[in-house]
């Protein structure tokens, strides 16, 4: 499931971490930034919705705050990907790479300033809105088939109609694995601990990759599909 294959090498693992990451920092959006997901897009229209019509314990104004630096991440990540069009294992470095500084920025924040503080809980929802945006934005150029990252709706619909697919699986278990660990982290131990760990596996992902699309001449699998 793990093994990278021919057509898209590391990628497939390197994604299934991404899902990872994916749960962890939802985790520590929902349980502590106001119940906003960072990722999730749909989760959040339908908490706009209820928060308009005065559901206790949501907010509108954070559903939209995280719409829009998801919006704008999504934005930036569709401009790199066209930037970078010819070889998919330095798009997904330098996207990543990226990431990580936006992840590192939010971790030294919640570690300095707090996260119960509207400034700073607004800036951690926009600082990882945005990471999660770029995110989803390359992982759709790298067109690798049934792995989203942040999206699972239609992959467990896939999964069940089908009645196939490793890879669905695996999303879905990995995200699981993502928002558990996360939400334990958040918890158990504090915020910053949570984003550390997303910013560990995102480093991890960046270096993997760096190092294997780097071979002259290029690795089959960073072409474009």
Do not use: C
Request: charged fraction near 10%.
């Amino acid at each position: 499931m793990l093994t990278p294959d021919p057509e898209h090498g590391p990628l497939v693992p390197m994604l299934l971490v991404l899902t990872v990451v994916t749960g962890v920092v939802d985790a520590v959006s929902y349980l502590e930034l106001g119940h906003v997901f960072v990722a999730n897009m749909t989760g959040n229209v339908v908490f706009l919705g209820f928060a308009l019509a005065g559901a206790a314990n949501l907010s509108a104004t954070a559903s939209l705050a995280a719409l829009a630096a998801f919006l704008l991440g999504a934005l930036a990540g569709g401009h790199l990907a066209r930037r970078l069009p010819g070889h998919r294992g330095h798009l997904l470095t330098v996207a990543v790479a990226v990431q990580s500084a936006l992840v590192a920025a939010a971790t030294v924040l919640a570690a300095v300033a707090g996260h119960t503080g509207d400034p700073a809980r607004y800036t951690l929802i926009g600082l990882l809105g945005f990471a999660m945006g770029g995110q989803n934005a390359v992982v759709r150029a790298l067109k690798v088939p049934d792995l989203t990252t942040t999206v699972l709706t239609m992959t467990i619909t896939a999964l069940a109609a089908d009645r196939t697919g490793p890879r669905r699986l695996a999303s879905a278990v990995w995200m699981f694995a993502g928002a558990l660990l996360g939400a334990v982290l958040v918890l158990r131990a504090n915020v910053p601990l949570a984003l550390a760990l997303a910013l560990a596996l995102l480093l991890a992902v960046a270096a993997f990759t760096h190092r294997a699309a780097g071979s002259t001449p290029a690795p089959a699998w960073t072409r474009p599909r």
